[in-house]
Each structure stands twice: as structure tokens, then as C-alpha cells.
């Protein structure tokens, strides 16, 4: 009886190692240790064996049915381990297949870069002040020391309405004036942006309507180095802090001294390319102090008063950001173009 | 501004490298837009002056010759060629000669093609070298002849040396007009580079009898013409005038003429003042036995003239003339009449030499459509002391290049003389306005070398202007000139030590940032498009039938327009351009949705998927006259496949009223916007069944839904729903909560429970929710309709409406009894309210 029972114990054990399923597990508990099993059997058995043998043979049946309990139960974890390993191998994906289409939209680039300047500019205390499009000539032209048939007005093609002195605003620098006298006596410090119109064939290189920033600081103590000073910060936030900045002088009626700002060639590093025209540089802004009389248009005593303006062009930004060609992309919105930004 | 380098180094000294000039210029104001240097390409070995010793015919053809060259290297050579203006038997023109292996430009091409001279045999004939034309030397594109050299041209020497110039092209601001001349250019480089520049005052060798008597000037209208000098120059003999007179006008962009009307356009590059040549004796005494008259006047109604180039014109009281005794002769400072042109059977000239108003000047030349070298500077203005000095230079180079006999004196009216002006400059205004410190010395010096004079006064400078200077006027254009002067660049860098102003929100933009935000998250694209659009373009948001509906489209200005949404106004109404580029451009639009239908269109030629918002103006006109209101709003546009097509969803459904309506739903809730609901609309551009009004408070701001499919075919839009918004932003502007009203998190589990009710399908489920919301009180936290059913089980006419509740306190553990009782209450207020009937409620 202790020889088989002993038999019973290697048997069920390698058995056991070899099992490798629950229902392998379930068969093997049933066969081993269920009703029928021998060792069920040999503990039910015992009352029939000789008083003697009885404690030893019981003792023996009893300890390998706590054995072979012992071991189910590690088999146990360690099969449904295996299910478990089983059950996720069944779930392998080709993770190489394209996943599922989420969609997350994009803000135009021209609202990118002008959220850009936005946040350059709001370190340096200028906020945005909006200005309407559709302008007066008054404010457009006239205060701004370009009366009727001054001939800096070419450089402005215009739209006009059908309204009399009422046109497309052809720069934000209207809003200046706008600004000055919503402000005055206070010091100002804003940028204006928007939507500006000219009167162009629209081309790879010009369109009827674009976007601009103009920047206005007016209070007591401004200097032209304070102008060069911020327009230099801003250009090596915007373009890269190894850019080169440089002042060009220039002519807008309204401002004065008057500027253009070139900013070194970031495709060719100043080396010359076809983006800057082989100069080395590109213009990036117009700009300059603020004219007394615009000033005084504004509400401003220009012997209490100093002020800087300046302007630039976001279409433009992008373009050379993105080394983008033509600038009819900007508004024809074709999903194709709009979805790379 | 063309200017070449020889012709500016009459006038100054040229100390810099050309690019450093360049780039000086460039810094000052000036810009150089590009740097031409003629004969850089020739090969200063192989391309000489040269010297024909003999022309000979050539053996085997009538149109060749064979000239014998001598180019001062060796023996002379003999080369075939068929210039038209050289011929048999002539010799000693001084000509480009080429030798073999020279790079030259193909004279027979249509484009720019280099080639190298090759030794060839041309009808039997070895050719040993070429004399070239203009275009062969890429000087012009003239392959007529070729180039014929002065008479005293040094042979032997490269042609590199002899006619190489460089060309700047300045491209000059319209206060630089004073640079529109080759003498005002070098007063700036003389300037610029620390030197004083030659400015010669003419002297004219005159022998002829005094101009007096010989012709009467009148200026009837001085507030037009300041000034009108005329010089007399008797017996002169028209032909072309001298090479290098030529070479210099074409270098610097204009076609050389005759030798008269050369002087005229040289004088006018040379000193900025344009001339006039008139034939003398073409012009007409004011009264028989009188002198030829010249009569500055205002043209009078209906007078016309026929202009050099051949253009009969009307004329308009507002425009200044020349005329003679006899009628117009010249349409002042824009163009010369064609009777009174110089002709070769010209013999006597007067030269013209006048100061007209540049405003008058420039209306005249823009209402003509007639821009003229003359008309481009006198419409800038100059100087009314130049009249003189540039006559008599005229009047001495047609003498000395026309033989003609110049009369003694210039008849000169000048009933407003130029005045010089004097501005007073007080040194600390330099560093106040360019933040730089100078002296007042420094202050002299600097404008001393812009011709300034300066003299002591009480608080600073007086500045003496000089008269070529006509933009300056007030001490910031002398301010202007001293940092040109010291240098952009040298002015320091510095950061703003001014007070900063207030700081302020800007509710607006804040807004439509977060609505961008809020959109691209929902995964739409954001468009810019247009402010105008095409005069029919709105109207086509409605169809045929509803034009005339004046509550959906309207046709006067006013405030009304700001409550209509979309508001489609009659193009007539809206703010239109008067000079529209294009039909499709030309009315400020009073809507989004046109341009956004018109981009959807676009794209829906290579996509089925269009999602996409705008956030910008629409320009709604308040009146008859004045500006309009500029309102910003949001568009948005979704059609097409919920979501991309890919193996996951091979058929994805497309998008309805119901998807917009989610973004509507995350834009409200990322907008903090808590009192918005929806109600049914009904708006002609909108399907009839989808159609929904957005209302925040009591006020409506927006309208969305489906287009209309009549409207969809109009737009000939592919057949899938489209669904619109167009909602004002600046309307909600006061209901945008910048903070979030936090609400505390319960700590006890909630209890769920589910409910079907049956209505009437005429009660809108934003009803039902609102009677379950006020029936359920404090413990009703959430509710969810899971299920929209109409079906064989639900009677006709009603709709099954399924709920999921969730009940919870803030205080304990809610008991099933205690939601129940809750739930019991809504059950029964439904039914008292809205005649619902409970379908079969379900515990979950």
C-alpha cells in the first residue's frame, strides 16, 4: 500500500509538470485527487486495513494528499500564468498597420506667427489694440502727413469704396493714430495687427490682402536706440539669436528718422541666396520715430513727447519661415497646404 | 535711378570700392537695388579697341565686306563681316574688336547664349577675328551694326578699360527726389564719404543777339509755375549727337534721339531738371509783328492737344499748358506737343527750363495715364533756382555739339522766387529723439557736410537749408539727416527705460484665441479667407425663391443687420470698392459663410473631408456713408466622413447636424459659456429640418445647421451634407467666464438609475431634460439620454426618450430608496407636465 501510494506520488507529480492548460489542471485534480482517485480511495480504504498498519498507512495518505494539494495549487498559478500569456499572445497586432485616424486641427500659420509676435512683443509691455479695416482716408493718409496727391502715396496702391474718403486700410498704421488718441495723455506701448489691403494683381509675390503688426511706443523719454533696441530683441527671438540686425535709412511720411530693418539671411547665413536676393539680407521691417506732427495728430505735445513705430509683415515672416514660395497659399486654404502647420 | 560711375566721377571723387559705395549708399537711404558692370565679361586680352584700316569687298558675296583691323598686337587682322554700317572703301572707325577665342554673347540668338569665338571661313574667306555689335558685348540688344567708337578711341587698349562702366540702380523713396540727378547723387556720396562734391555753375559762350525782344514770356497762372527761364540757340544742325553723350543716356535708361533733344534729357539726368526744346520758329507771335510767345496757363474747357507720342488729349481746366500765341504747345512738365517738336529741319531752339507745382503737375500726369521722366520729377519737385543754371548748360552743349549760336541773356519770368529757409535746431534734441549725445559742434560739422549752414542762435543752431534741399523743413528732418549722417548703426542699442504703460486685458482676443483653441481640438483646420467676395457670392446663400424675403436678406444698411445671422446683404448695400482687382473681389462681405462655402468647394475637389473654422470681420454698414461695423465672427464648415476613411472604418458615416452640434457643445463648455441653449430656426439657407438657432441668455448669436441642398447645388457642391455656423463672437463677450466655478467632488457613491419615458415627438428633448433637471433638485448630478426611439412598439406621433440618471449627495451614501423617491418624483412630474408615460424603468 505505501509502495503504491508512493508510485501514486511520482506519478501525479510528473504528470502535474507536465500539465500546462486549466482544464489539463482540472483533469489532473480529478484524476488525482477527486473522488475516484486512489488516494480518495486509499484514505477511504483504511478502516479495512489491519489496526496496526492503519496510523502509517493513514498517516502516508494523508500526507500525500496534502502534497499533491500543495503542488495543484502552485501548479495552478503557474498555468494560469501561462493562460494568461496564452490569452494575450492570441491579441498580437501588426503594429506597423496605420492606427486609428485621430484628427486634431491646426491653426493657420499666419495665426501661429502672429501668436508668436503676440507673446515676444507682450514681454516687452506692448499690447494688442485693433483697429478697424475699412478706414478713412483722414486717417489712413491724411494724419499721417500724406495729404491728397502726395506722391508717397504710390506707395500705397489703394482700394477705395465706392464711399467718399472711405477706403481698404493699405497699412495698420492708421490705427496709430486711433491709438493716441484713445490713450493720450497716457505713455503707450502696442502692437496692432490685422488684415491690410493693396490694390495688386495678385501673384506669387504680391497679394490683394495680407497681414501686418505695427508697433507703437509713445512717452517721455523714447529714443531712436530704444527702437533699434527692441527691434533687435524681437528679430533674434523671432529669427534665431545669431542674426545680424541692421537699420537701413529710409522714407515714410509718417515717421522720422525712418528705417528699414534687414535681418541676416538665415538660408545662406549673409552669404548671398536666392531668398535674400544675393544681399545677405532680408527686410523684415519699416520703421522709425514717430513724426511730431503725427504726434500732435495724435494728441501728443511732441516737446513732452517722443515715440517709435514700426511694422512688419507676418505673410512674409511665414514665407521665409517656412520657405514658403508663393504667398497665395496663405488664403486659398487648401486643406493640403494648411495641414503641414 | 540709373547711374553710371563714369558720368558721377565728373562730380566726385569715388575713394570706395564699388560695393562699399554700394552698400554706404544703401545705409543712407539710397538704396542700390542692383550693381550693372558693363564689360566685366570681356576678356581684357582678347576684346580691344581696334582701328579699320581698309573695308574691301568681300569676293563670293554682295552683302559681306572684308575689314582689315588693326588692334595695336601685331599685324592687323582681316575678319568678314556684314555690319550694314560699315562700307567698301571707308576706313578709320575705331571699332570692339575680338579676337579668337574671346567669349561673346551669340548676336543671332533670342536669349542671352555665351560663345567663344572661334576661327572660321565665312564664303571662302578665313575670318580671323569679329567686329562686334552692342549686343554681341551685352551692352544692348542691338544687332543692327556694330559699335562705332569715338574717333579718338586709344587702339590697342582692352575695350574693358576704354567703355567698361558700372551701372548703380538706385531705387529711390519719393523724398529722395533731389537723387533723381547725377549731381544730386554725388552730393550725397560727397557727403557720405567726407568730401565736398564739383558742382560747376554753367557758363554759356554766347554770341547771339540778346534774347530780349526775341520772345515774351507770360505766366497767367504763377500759383502753377514759379518760375520759366528760356534760352535762345540760333543755326543749329540737328544730327545724332556724340558717342559718349549716347553711351551715358542709354546707360542710364534713355534712347538717344538727335543731338537737341539728347542735351535736354542729359541736362535732366545731369541736374534733375527737365528741359524742353521747342522749334522757335514753329511758334506763334501773340499779335502779328510780335515775338514768339510763350503763355503759361490753365488749359480751358475743351481745348485738346496731340502729344509727342501722337495721342490726341483731352485737356481739363486743371491742367497747365504750354502755348503760343496760336494755341497749346506742351502739356506743362508732362509732355511736348508734337507741332512744336524738334525736327531735322529744325534750326533755331528754345530751350524751356520752368518750375511747375508738383501736386498740379502730378494730377495731370495720373488723369492722362501720362508718366513721363520730366513728369516723375516735377511731380517730387525742384528746386526753382535750377531753372537757369541748367539752361545755360543746355544752351552751351548745343553750342558746342549742334554748332548752333546761343542768344545773350535768359529770358526769365519768375513771379514767385525760391526762398531760402532756415531751421532752428537745438542740439539736445539729438539725443532726446536718436539717444545719442552730440555737441553742437559735431552737430555743425555733420550738416556742414550735407551743404547745411549753421549759425549760432539763442537756444542752438539756425540752419541754413540749401536750396536744393526742398525736404527739410522742420527740425526733425534736420534730425534725420544728422543720424543718416552719423549712421544707423552707430546709433546705440539700447532697451526701454520709459514708465510702462497700464497694462490691460483684451477680452476679445482673448476670446478668439480660446474659440481657436477650442476648435483645433475638435480637430478643425483653421481657414483665412478673403474680406471681399464676389457681388453675387452672398446671395447665392439663399435660394432664388427666398431674394426677395427681406427678414433673411436684406437690402438697406442700419443696426438691424448686426441681429440677422447670416446676415446676407444686397452687394449694392455693403461696402464695395470702387477699383476692384477682379469680379470676384469686390464687395465687403456682411458673412462668412460664402467664403467658407467657396473654400469647401475648392477643397472638395480632391477630398471628401472638409473641417474647417475662420474667426474674422464681416463689415455690416450702419449707414449710407460712413464706416461700417466691423464684427467679428466665427465660421464653421464640416462635411464629409466623421472620420478619416482608413481599415479601421473602411465606411465612415459622414457628418450631420449632430456632429456640429458636438462642437458646438465643447465650444460653449471651453468658452465657460454655462446659459446657452438651441432652439429649431428656419432660414432658407439652412435645410429646412436642420436648422437650429444658438442663443446665449435671451439673445441669439448664432445659427447652425445643415445647408440647405438647394442651396448646396447652387454652390454645385458634391452631394453630401454640409454642415454651417456662423456665430457673432463679440456678441458672447459679456457671457465668457474666465474662471471655472469649481464644484466639489462627493466623497459617497452615486446611484444610477435608467428611464424610459414615451412624448409626443413635437416636445424637444432640451423640455424633457429641463423639467428632469428642476424635478431632480440637488441630488440629481447628471443626466444622459442614451436612446432616441420611434419604432412599431411606440404609438405614431410619439418618440421613446431613455435616460440614464445618476443621484448622489454630498453629505452620505445615497440609498436606492432614497434615489427612488427622487426618480419617482421626475416620473411623475413628466407625466403631469409633458404627458409622459414611463415605458418600463430599469435599475442598473
Known amino acids: ?341 | 535711378m540709373r547711374v553710371p560711375l563714369s558720368w558721377l566721377k565728373e562730380y566726385v571723387d569715388i575713394t570706395l570700392p564699388v560695393e562699399e559705395l554700394a552698400e554706404r549708399l544703401t545705409l543712407a537711404g539710397l538704396e542700390v537695388a542692383a550693381i550693372e558692370r558693363i564689360g566685366a565679361e570681356w576678356d581684357r586680352d582678347k576684346i580691344f579697341v581696334g582701328e579699320i584700316l581698309e573695308v574691301k569687298p568681300h569676293p563670293n558675296a554682295d552683302r559681306l565686306v572684308l575689314a582689315v583691323v588693326n588692334y595695336g598686337r601685331g599685324a592687323p587682322m582681316t575678319v568678314v563681316t556684314g555690319a550694314p554700317n560699315i562700307r567698301v572703301g571707308e576706313k578709320g572707325h575705331k571699332v570692339a574688336f575680338a579676337t579668337v577665342g574671346a567669349r561673346l554673347i551669340d548676336g543671332y540668338s533670342e536669349e542671352k547664349r555665351y560663345m567663344t569665338l572661334k576661327p572660321s571661313k565665312i564664303r571662302g574667306i578665313p575670318s580671323e577675328g569679329m567686329v562686334c555689335s552692342e549686343k554681341e558685348l551685352g551692352i544692348s540688344d542691338d544687332h543692327e551694326g556694330i559699335i562705332l567708337l569715338e574717333d579718338d578711341a586709344p587702339v590697342g587698349v582692352p575695350l574693358a578699360d576704354y567703355l567698361g562702366d558700372v551701372v548703380l540702380d538706385i531705387d529711390l523713396t519719393p523724398n529722395l527726389a533731389r537723387c533723381l540727378s547725377i549731381i544730386g547723387v554725388a552730393r550725397e556720396v560727397a557727403a557720405l564719404t567726407g568730401q565736398r562734391a564739383r558742382v560747376p555753375d554753367p557758363v554759356a559762350v554766347a554770341e547771339g543777339a540778346p534774347i530780349d525782344g526775341q520772345i515774351e514770356i507770360l505766366i497767367e497762372d504763377p500759383d502753377l509755375c514759379n518760375r520759366y527761364s528760356a534760352m535762345l540757340v540760333r543755326d543749329v544742325k540737328i544730327g545724332p549727337s556724340p558717342k559718349w553723350m549716347q553711351r551715358r543716356l542709354t546707360l542710364a535708361g534713355m534712347r538717344p534721339i538727335n543731338n537737341i533733344v539728347d542735351v535736354t534729357n542729359y541736362i535732366m539726368l545731369e541736374w534733375g531738371q527737365p528741359l524742353h526744346a521747342f522749334d522757335y520758329d514753329l511758334l506763334r507771335p501773340r499779335r502779328a509783328g510780335g515775338p514768339p510767345a510763350i503763355i503759361v496757363r490753365r488749359a480751358k474747357p475743351g481745348e485738346r492737344m496731340t502729344t509727342l507720342d501722337g495721342v490726341d488729349r483731352d485737356l481739363t481746366p486743371e491742367m497747365l499748358l504750354i502755348t503760343d500765341g496760336g494755341g497749346p504747345v506742351a502739356i506743362a512738365g508732362v509732355m511736348g506737343g508734337l507741332e512744336s517738336e524738334v525736327t531735322e529741319q529744325t534750326r533755331n531752339v528754345l530751350i524751356e527750363s520752368a518750375n511747375f507745382h508738383a501736386i498740379n503737375n502730378r494730377r495731370t500726369s495720373q488723369a492722362l495715364k501720362l508718366v513721363s521722366e520730366a513728369s516723375i520729377r516735377f511731380s517730387r519737385g525742384i528746386p526753382a533756382s535750377r531753372t537757369v543754371p541748367a539752361a545755360t548748360r543746355a544752351a552751351e552743349l548745343m553750342r558746342t555739339l549742334a554748332g548752333g549760336v546761343v542768344a545773350q541773356g535768359v529770358a526769365d519770368n519768375c513771379p514767385v522766387p525760391q526762398e531760402q529757409k532756415t531751421v532752428r535746431l537745438r542740439p539736445e534734441q539729438v539725443g532726446r529723439v536718436l539717444g545719442i549725445d552730440m555737441t553742437a559742434d559735431e552737430v555743425k560739422a555733420t550738416l556742414e557736410r550735407l551743404e547745411f549752414e549753421c549759425a549760432p542762435a539763442p537756444d542752438g543752431l539756425d540752419v541754413k537749408v540749401p536750396l536744393h534741399r526742398l525736404d527739410v523743413e522742420i527740425e526733425a528732418d534736420l534730425l534725420e539727416e544728422i543720424a543718416r549722417m552719423v549712421g544707423y548703426d552707430r546709433i546705440p542699442t539700447t532697451r526701454l527705460r520709459d514708465e510702462l504703460p497700464p497694462q490691460r486685458n483684451n477680452p476679445p482676443l482673448e476670446l478668439a484665441r480660446r474659440v481657436r483653441s477650442a476648435l483645433v481640438g475638435c480637430g478643425l483646420y483653421e481657414a483665412l479667407t478673403y474680406s471681399f467676395v464676389g457681388a453675387e457670392d452672398q446671395d447665392r446663400l439663399l435660394p432664388p425663391a427666398s431674394r426677395a424675403d427681406l427678414s433673411v436678406r436684406a437690402v438697406e444698411p442700419g443696426p438691424h443687420l448686426r441681429d440677422m445671422l447670416p446676415c446676407i446683404l444686397a452687394a449694392d448695400a455693403c461696402i464695395r470698392l470702387a477699383n476692384p482687382m477682379t469680379p470676384e473681389r469686390t464687395t465687403m462681405r456682411t458673412t462668412l459663410l460664402a467664403s467658407l462655402l467657396a473654400v469647401t468647394a475648392a477643397n472638395l475637389r480632391f477630398t471628401e473631408r472638409v473641417n474647417l473654422f475662420e474667426v474674422a470681420r464681416v463689415y455690416l454698414p450702419v449707414d449710407d456713408k460712413g464706416l461700417p461695423n466691423e464684427v467679428t465672427h466665427l465660421g464653421i464648415v464640416m462635411t464629409g466622413p466623421r472620420t478619416e476613411r482608413s481599415w479601421l472604418t473602411p465606411e465612415p458615416e459622414h457628418q450631420d447636424f449632430f456632429d456640429l452640434k458636438g462642437v458646438v457643445e465643447a465650444l460653449m463648455a471651453a468658452l465657460g459659456i454655462g446659459d446657452w441653449h438651441v432652439e429649431a430656426a428656419a432660414h432658407p439657407t439652412f435645410h429646412p429640418g436642420r436648422c437650429a438657432h444658438l442663443l446665449v441668455g435671451d439673445k441669439r448669436v448664432g445659427i447652425f445647421g445643415e445647408l440647405n441642398p438647394t442651396v448646396r447645388v447652387a454652390w454645385e457642391l458634391p452631394e453630401q451634407r454640409v454642415c454651417l455656423l456662423e456665430m457673432d463672437l463679440d456678441a458672447v463677450l459679456g457671457h465668457v467666464s474666465a474662471a471655472v466655478k469649481f464644484q466639489p467632488v462627493s466623497r459617497y457613491p452615486a446611484v444610477v438609475q435608467d428611464m424610459a419615458i414615451v412624448v409626443d415627438e413635437t416636445i424637444p428633448a432640451a423640455e424633457v431634460e429641463r423639467v428632469i433637471r428642476e424635478t431632480g433638485g440637488r441630488l440629481l448630478r447628471n443626466v444622459v439620454l442614451f436612446d432616441v426611439y420611434q419604432g412599431p412598439s411606440i404609438p405614431a406621433g410619439k418618440r421613446s426618450l431613455a435616460y440614464s440618471l445618476t443621484y448622489q449627495s454630498d453629505e452620505k451614501t445615497l440609498t436606492d430608496a432614497e434615489a427612488a423617491k427622487v426618480h419617482n418624483k421626475i416620473v411623475q412630474r413628466l407625466a403631469a407636465v409633458l404627458g409622459a408615460q414611463l415605458r418600463g424603468p430599469s435599475g442598473r
Not at chain 1, 109 to 135: C, H
Request: net charge negative.
Open chain 1, 1 to 341: 500500500m505505501l509502495e503504491q501510494l508512493s508510485d501514486i506520488r511520482e506519478r501525479a507529480m510528473a504528470a502535474l509538470a507536465a500539465v500546462d492548460s486549466l482544464t489539463a489542471l482540472d483533469a489532473w485534480r480529478t484524476e488525482y485527487l477527486g473522488k475516484k482517485s486512489f488516494v480518495t480511495a486509499a484514505l477511504k480504504s483504511i478502516g479495512q486495513l489491519p489496526p496496526e498498519d492503519r496510523p502509517v498507512v493513514g498517516k502516508a495518505a494523508h500526507e500525500l494528499r496534502l502534497a499533491l494539494e500543495a503542488a495543484l495549487e502552485e501548479a495552478r498559478q503557474r498555468v494560469l500564468a501561462l493562460e494568461q500569456e496564452r490569452a494575450a499572445q492570441a491579441e498580437r497586432v501588426d503594429v506597423t498597420l496605420p492606427g486609428r485616424p485621430a484628427t486634431l486641427g491646426r491653426l493657420h500659420p499666419i495665426t501661429q506667427i502672429l501668436y508668436e509676435i503676440y507673446s515676444i512683443f507682450a514681454e516687452m509691455g506692448f499690447q494688442v489694440y485693433d483697429a478697424p479695416e475699412v478706414e478713412t482716408d483722414e486717417l489712413n493718409f491724411q494724419l499721417l502727413n500724406l495729404p491728397p496727391d502726395h506722391p508717397a502715396r504710390d506707395m500705397w496702391s489703394t482700394f477705395y469704396t465706392t464711399r467718399d474718403g472711405i477706403l481698404l486700410r493699405t497699412h495698420t498704421s492708421p490705427g496709430q493714430i486711433r491709438a493716441m488718441r484713445q490713450f493720450c495723455p497716457e505713455p503707450i506701448r502696442v502692437i496692432l495687427p490685422g488684415r491690410v489691403y493693396r490694390y495688386e494683381a495678385v501673384t506669387a509675390r504680391s497679394e490683394s490682402m495680407f497681414h501686418q503688426v505695427e508697433g507703437l511706443a509713445v512717452g517721455p523719454r523714447i529714443t531712436m536706440a530704444d527702437l533699434k533696441g527692441v527691434l533687435t530683441d524681437f528679430a533674434r527671438r523671432l529669427y534665431g539669436e545669431h542674426r545680424q540686425v541692421r537699420f537701413r535709412c529710409s522714407y515714410f511720411p509718417f515717421t522720422e528718422p525712418s528705417m528699414e530693418v534687414d535681418v541676416s539671411c538665415a538660408l545662406c547665413d549673409g552669404a548671398g541666396c536666392r531668398v535674400c536676393k544675393h544681399t545677405g539680407w532680408v527686410e523684415i521691417a519699416g520703421a522709425g520715430m514717430v513724426h511730431p506732427q503725427v504726434l500732435r495728430n495724435g494728441g501728443y505735445d511732441p516737446e513732452q513727447f517722443t515715440g517709435f513705430a514700426f511694422g512688419m509683415g507676418p505673410d512674409r515672416i511665414a514665407m521665409l519661415r517656412y520657405g514658403i514660395d508663393d504667398i497665395r497659399y496663405f488664403y486659398s486654404d487648401d486643406l493640403r497646404f494648411l495641414a503641414q502647420f
